[in-house]
């Protein structure tokens, strides 16, 4: 399976970004995407997770209410609308993918996609 994540960028307080992960390859293999985060200085950090069937989505205390994770079937892509966001939510974004198992520890996912830097100015 290989991930693909874009959609980062520069964007003030309050404002809104939408992260797209196009999935290819065994994506038959996928039992749940997720996001994750890592800001500088910082460990990896659970953001929101979505079953692949489309049934169950996660998301950490930190970013609920604000942040959507969707996915289009047809396009294999999944996606992380980010609403309201604040300057802690500046970090570099990875989207993962894990074969059988509900997680949201980064350790059990087995695929990652390239990071896309996210920056909320204040």
């Known amino acids: 399976v290989q991930l693909q994540a874009s959609g980062g960028g520069l964007v003030q307080a309050g404002g809104s970004l939408r992260l797209s992960c196009a999935a290819s390859?065994?994506?038959?293999?996928?039992?749940?995407m997720a996001w994750f985060r890592q800001a500088p200085g910082k460990e990896r950090e659970f953001v929101a997770a979505k079953t692949w069937s489309n049934t169950r989505d996660y998301y950490a205390d930190s970013v609920k209410g604000r942040f959507t994770i969707s996915r289009d079937n047809a396009k294999n892509t999944a996606y992380l609308q980010m609403n309201s966001l604040k300057p802690e939510d500046t970090a570099v974004y990875y989207c993962a993918a894990a074969a059988g198992i509900v997680t949201t520890a980064a350790s059990l996912y087995g695929y990652w996609g390239q990071g896309t830097q996210v920056t909320v100015s204040s």
């Open positions: 390859g065994r994506t038959s293999t996928i039992y749940i």
